[in-house]
């Protein structure tokens, strides 16, 4: 009898033991050595500090960095009974990871990233984050401003609004447009550091309306700038 139950107990610590396996890799993963790295995504939930190094783009400090930016001014979202409104439906439909208010602050992140990228004629850090028709304009425009030994700087004083003016789903690809207005110091300087453009006492309100994309089918989680206009 005795024999028996040390038998029955050797079997049910084994069963443990392979349990408490089981969840430790469950919880801490698998390291195959195949893992990919992956950008820094600014339509995600985590704040930049949150991700590990590698995934963060380092902006030139400007003041308020992307997390202060975004909380400078509360966002204004579509009534309900709009267009606008019955768009976000359906992309909440297609994507249930979508939330416009989610999607509101990572958008004003991304604005900030795109700005002082392009001052800084910065063009690894645009790639990933425009669609090829915008980095192809973007890049000749930073181009043409390196050819003429000019630098262009940029201070983004703060995001006074992100309103979500446009939202549709075209088949599989969601677009959501968004009008920006910020508050920003624009200088052009020649070779020389003398200003051929711009004053860099003034600070200009600015209207910018971008439109993002993202096919919702997608494993890929990110939304690229597909489009730039200015207001009319």
Not at 40 to 58: L, M, S, T, W
Not at 160 to 188: M, W, Y
């Amino acid at each position: 009898m005795g024999e028996g139950l040390g038998f029955f107990d050797i079997i049910v610590f084994a069963a443990i033991a392979a349990f408490l396996v089981l969840r430790l890799r469950g919880v801490l993963g698998k390291r195959t050595g195949h893992e990919q790295t992956q950008r820094y995504d600014p339509f995600r939930k985590e704040k930049p500090e949150e991700n590990a190094q590698d995934k963060v783009i380092q902006l030139p400090d400007r003041g308020a960095g992307p997390a202060d930016a975004a909380a400078e001014a509360p966002d204004s979202m579509p009534e309900a009974d709009t267009p606008v409104a019955a768009g976000l439906t359906q992309i909440s439909l297609a994507d249930r990871s979508f939330e416009p208010d989610g999607f509101v602050q990572g958008a004003r992140v991304a604005f900030e990233m795109v700005i002082g990228a392009f001052a800084q004629g910065d063009t690894k850090t645009l790639r990933p984050l425009l669609s090829n028709d915008v980095y192809e304009d973007f890049a000749g425009a930073i181009k043409g401003r390196e050819e003429a030994n000019e630098t262009l700087e940029t201070t983004l004083v703060g995001i006074d609004e992100a309103e979500i003016i446009e939202a549709e789903l075209q088949g599989k690809t969601a677009f959501v447009t968004i009008k920006f207005i910020s508050e920003q110091v624009n200088v052009t300087r020649d070779a020389d550091g003398k200003v051929v453009d711009g004053d860099e006492s003034h600070v200009a309100a600015i209207t910018d309306i971008w439109t993002f994309a993202r096919n919702t089918r997608s494993r890929d989680p990110n939304w690229t700038l597909v489009a730039t206009r200015s207001s009319n």
